[in-house]
Structures are given as C-alpha cells and as structure tokens.
C-alpha cells in the first residue's frame, strides 16, 4: 500500500481528480454544467461545418436571388429532368428482361436446336387460380397457338390453353386439366404426368401408369417423351421424390418434384415448332359399331 502511494500512478491520479474538481468548480460557478461544457465542445464544430455546408448549397443555387417566375420555371425544368430519367430506367429495365430472356432462349437453342421458341414474361396470375395458371406477353400475332408447350431453361412449366392477339393464357403444369407422356431416362420406363389439388398445394407432380414391380426410385430424372406429338422429346420435367402405391389397383407411381418453381416463374420461352409436332397426336377412340345403343336393344 505504502508503495502504491508513494508511486507515479497515484500522483497521476491525484492530479486527475484536481483538475476534474475544478472543472466541476468553474462550470457550477458560470451557471452551467461539465457535460454541457463538454457536449458545446464536442457539437460546436459540427455547426460550423453544417452552417458552412448550407451556405454553399444556398450560394451555388443562389434561390434567393429569384423571381416567382424563375423559380417555377426551374421547378419545371427539374420535372422534365426527372421524367427523362425514368424514361430511361423504364428502357434499362426492358434491356434487361430482353437480356435475360436471350440468355434462357440461347441456353435451350444449345441442346435443343431444332426448337422454334417466342420469349415471354409473365403477367398476371389468378390469385383465385390453385393451380397456379398465369398469362404472358405474346400471342398469336408472335405466332404463339393454343396446345404449344411453354418451358424454361430448368424444364417444362405448362402448356397454352388460350392464344389471343397480343397474350395468351398458359396451365401450368401443376394444372389437373394438363397431362404428359413422360419417361425416365435412367431406368426407360414411361408413364403419364398429372396432378389434383392436393399435390398442387404442394408442388408436386404424380407419374402414373406405372407397373408394379417398377423400378424407379429416389433422384430418377424424368423428361417428356415426345410420344403424342403435342411436346417435343427429352424436355425436363423433375426427379423421382417418391414411389408410392396406387389408391385403386396394383399399379404405383411416382411423385416428381419438378425442377422449376411452377409457381413463381417469371420469363417464359413458348414452343411454337419442334419435329414431330402434331404428327402421333391421338385419335379420339369411337365407340364400336357392335357395341352401341341400338344393338343394346
């Protein structure tokens, strides 16, 4: 302890709380407070600064040395500025979906080359619509036509139900008014892609049809197989996420996760020409001529 007394800490110390005592002394003796001493020294320089800054602005326009007329006519001026450079965001904002939509078409023209496609953004959606249904940009003007299929560069996302001049309505393919002839490439095995409200809601898809003793399993890739004529082969669509046992007979299928968010898609390409199109599309079965109603008689 004597130590410490004795030591230059304490001197410092001491020296310390003297010059604190008499700051306190002086701003009680001068009707103020020490931290209101040191908050004035501390913001004093920021007005300054502020003040300063404020001045050159008022100086550089020089408003106080304007008419009525010259200020409205500046008010005016600043208007017409602003407008052009929103026009110009508006026209940035197109380059860049055009951008986008290039660079999708130039990623699918890559590995499907004979593919006729029309770029298109997305709309409108329902909100009323569970199926996620949307409409896009083209028509049939753009030469889109009702049945052409309308994809991503991650795979399959519905199908035209409507072609008007300038837009046309699209299912998705989470629509239970859609069905595909899938395959899948790992194990060559085919079925029907379909859906109903309940896997809608989730986001699923269901390949039906399947045999019982399938063999396709877990992270399988499954993609249009072309047959029918109304999509192009080798389309994308999903993986395999689960087999499961049909409801009413022996069969099973399969529930595909698809590999594009259907329901938040944005920039569409539509399919207005591939090989093969309409060419094995099916004909309506008739009834047998032995089998009807006058013979039931």
């Known amino acids: ?69 010259e200020l409205k006519d500046l008010v005016v001026s600043l208007q017409e500025e602003n407008n052009v450079l929103q026009d110009r965001l508006v026209d940035y904002a197109e380059m860049q979906k055009q951008n986008q939509q290039l660079k999708q078409q130039l990623k699918i023209s890559e590995s499907e080359p004979e593919i006729e496609m029309r770029s298109a953004s997305v709309i409108g959606r329902d909100p009323n619509d569970p199926f996620y249904g949307f409409s896009i940009d083209v028509g049939s003007l753009s030469g889109v036509h009702k049945g052409d299929p309308v994809i991503t560069n991650r795979g399959l996302v519905g199908i035209v139900s409507e072609a008007y001049a300038t837009t046309s309505k699209v299912d998705c393919l989470l629509s239970e008014n859609v069905q595909v002839a899938a395959v899948s490439i790992d194990k060559q095995e085919s079925g029907t892609i379909s859906c109903d409200l309940m896997m809608a809601s989730s986001g699923l898809l269901r390949l039906g049809f399947l045999s019982a003793d399938t063999k396709l399993e877990e992270g399988d890739i499954i993609t249009t197989s072309g047959i029918g004529g109304s999509y192009p082969a080798k389309l994308k669509i999903g993986q395999v996420q689960s087999i499961e046992k049909s409801e009413t007979d022996v069969s099973r299928y399969a529930v595909i996760r698809p590999f594009e968010d259907l329901t938040s898609v944005k920039e569409v390409q539509v399919v207005t020409g591939f090989p093969g199109k309409g060419e094995d599309e099916a004909v309506p079965i008739q009834p047998d001529e032995h089998t009807g109603e006058e013979d039931a008689e």
Do not use: C, R
């Open 1 to 69: 302890m004597n130590d410490f007394l004795k030591g230059s800490s304490f001197k410092v110390l001491v020296i310390a709380v003297v010059v604190l005592l008499g700051l306190i002394i002086y701003t009680a003796s001068a009707g103020g407070s020490l931290v209101a001493s040191l908050l004035g020294f501390v913001s004093t320089p920021m007005q300054s600064i502020a003040t300063e800054l404020t001045g050159n602005v008022t100086e550089f326009l020089d408003l106080d040395g304007l008419t009525k007329s």
